[in-house]
């Protein structure tokens, strides 16, 4: 069983920051990439960035320059700096990983979500 958590989230004004963390657990024999989605309201879930195992990122454009991925590769978590932030950034914000899971010997490889952490932005 793999777990991924978000927390960080909240309100914040805009012009501020916020980070978020995402932390995977269970039996994770290997994490390759990892990102962020999120939703908003009435919305599709969008891409937000993303980050390789060799630390290679990529962001969607409504985000660069404002927002920055990272990861802690030994301790199995991702982060999410967020500044000059928006209205438009609100939303749900989720976690995304390709994680190797293990059990009883084997590995196979699967696509976990977070359940989401919710970020407002509003004066």
């Known amino acids: 069983q793999v777990q991924l958590v978000e927390s960080g989230g909240g309100l914040v004004q805009p012009g501020g920051s916020l980070r978020l963390s995402c932390a995977a657990s269970g039996s994770i024999f290997s994490i390759n990439a990892m990102g962020w989605y999120r939703q908003a309201p009435g919305k599709q879930r969008e891409f937000v960035a993303r980050?390789?195992?060799?630390?290679?990122?990529n962001y969607a454009d409504s985000v660069k320059g404002r927002f920055t991925i990272s990861r802690d590769n030994a301790k199995n978590a991702m982060f999410l700096q967020m500044n000059n932030l928006k209205p438009e950034d609100t939303a749900d914000y989720y976690c995304?990983?390709?994680?190797?899971?293990?059990?009883?010997?084997?590995?196979?490889?699967?696509?976990?979500w977070g359940q989401g952490t919710q970020v407002t932005v509003s004066s």
């Open positions: 995304n990983g390709e994680i190797r899971a293990t059990s009883y010997g084997s590995t196979w490889l699967g696509d976990y």
């Open positions: 980050i390789t195992s060799g630390g290679g990122t």
